[in-house]
């Protein structure tokens, strides 16, 4: 039977390192507030003024995680590539990505699921190795925040939350009877709580797309959150799937060897490593060093486990979590 099986891992961080303290100067906030709300010390912001796209940092991360699986852009027949922060408005960073690759017709689908965008990647790349549609493909989750974000005070709970950044999957169907590879995916959506962490402009649902007046009044170019409402349905949904991902699987916690939780807030993922009893050295964080990088997140934190020899080994059974805007939520759980 075929199995998704990951060849290789890559990540990039672009080289802007903005401390707590760097944000200090700029909006009315203290490292004190980012660190106890949130845990995060520090994030990565693209360059000032360096016109690098989602898409750039995704190539970045993509060369280095096929240069681990030893292929050659030639070798890929599929890209899915997972950004909240797309280069454009249209088309999309997937297809970007291809022709930086030097492809010429490789098939290309961009994922809009924000924090749970790796999961919806990787749920999707297993059911097209699966039905044999695709036989290596590769997964990118990229963003780069920092150019949409407002860095004023008015902004402060979202700016200092997240981080630019890029973590790429190579994926490749396996014909062997182990049970390893991905194992079960769980995926939801609930498009009720959209407004409840969304960037509205632009928007096609609105007669001038990008409104000049809506700019200068009310920012709506920049995202608004809930943060509220959303730190409470991730606290809560997280356990709620990670409970269904390992019934479906037919596992219990016991059988996790690490779990990579989205990294949007380091209490949500204390209070959710509390509820669910789980050790602590099975849960991965490093939201300390680069903030929420959304769909990089889980790539990039599977990228850094992998060279910290963290898990990897044969057998090593991993769960994959996420919640987010959408609201999306999910989990996967892969053995190697
Ligand atoms: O990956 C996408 C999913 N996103 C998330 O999961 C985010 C979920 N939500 C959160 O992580 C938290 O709600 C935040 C970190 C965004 C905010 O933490 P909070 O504990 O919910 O704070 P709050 O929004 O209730 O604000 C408390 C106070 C307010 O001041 P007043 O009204 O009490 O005077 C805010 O104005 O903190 C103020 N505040 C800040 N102060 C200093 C908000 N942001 C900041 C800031 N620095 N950056």
Redesign the pocket.
């Known amino acids: 039977m075929k199995k998704t099986i990951i060849k290789g891992t890559g990540k990039a961080i672009p080289s802007q390192l903005v401390t707590n303290e760097d944000?200090t100067e700029i909006?009315?906030?203290?490292d004190e507030?980012?660190q106890k709300?949130?845990g995060i010390k520090q994030r990565y912001w693209i360059p000032k003024g360096e016109e690098i796209g989602a898409s750039d940092l995704g190539l970045e991360a993509s060369l280095k995680a096929m240069k681990e699986a030893k292929w050659e852009p030639k070798d890929i027949d599929f890209i899915i590539f997972a950004t909240l922060s797309p280069d454009i408005f249209f088309p999309g960073s997937g297809c970007l990505l291809q022709h930086k690759l030097g492809l010429t017709s490789t098939p290309a689908l961009d994922i809009r699921q924000?924090?749970t965008g790796f999961l919806y990647s990787l749920a999707t790349a297993d059911s097209y190795i699966k039905s044999g549609l695709a036989k290596k493909i590769l997964i990118v989750g990229a963003e780069v925040h920092s150019t949409g974000l407002d860095k004023t005070t008015k902004g402060?709970?979202?700016?200092?939350?997240f981080g630019d950044g890029a973590g790429a999957v190579c994926v490749e169907g396996v014909e062997t009877n182990e049970d390893i590879g991905v194992i079960t995916s769980v995926l939801h959506a609930d498009g009720s709580g959209a407004d409840a962490?969304m960037v509205e402009l632009p928007a096609s649902r609105l007669p001038q797309r990008l409104p000049l007046d809506m700019l200068k009044n009310d920012a709506r170019h920049f995202p608004s959150?809930n943060?509220?409402k959303?730190?409470k349905m991730?606290v809560k949904k997280l356990p709620q799937v990670t409970k269904e991902t390992l019934k479906k699987a037919g596992l219990t916690l016991d059988d996790i060897d690490m779990i990579f939780p989205?990294q949007?807030?380091l209490?949500?993922n204390e209070f959710y490593r509390e509820i669910m009893k789980i050790d602590k050295n099975k849960i991965f964080n490093n939201i300390q060093k680069y903030g929420?990088t959304?769909a990089a997140s889980i790539p990039i934190a599977l990228n850094e486990a992998l060279k910290q020899n963290l898990v990897g080994k044969k057998g090593d059974t991993v769960l994959f979590v996420a919640?987010?805007?959408g609201l999306t939520w999910g989990g996967i759980i892969y053995r190697f």
């Open positions: 944000l909006m009315d906030t203290t507030w980012i709300r949130t924000q924090c402060r709970d979202i700016t200092v939350l962490l959150m943060g509220q959303v730190f991730a989205h949007a807030n209490r949500i929420n959304t919640f987010g805007a």
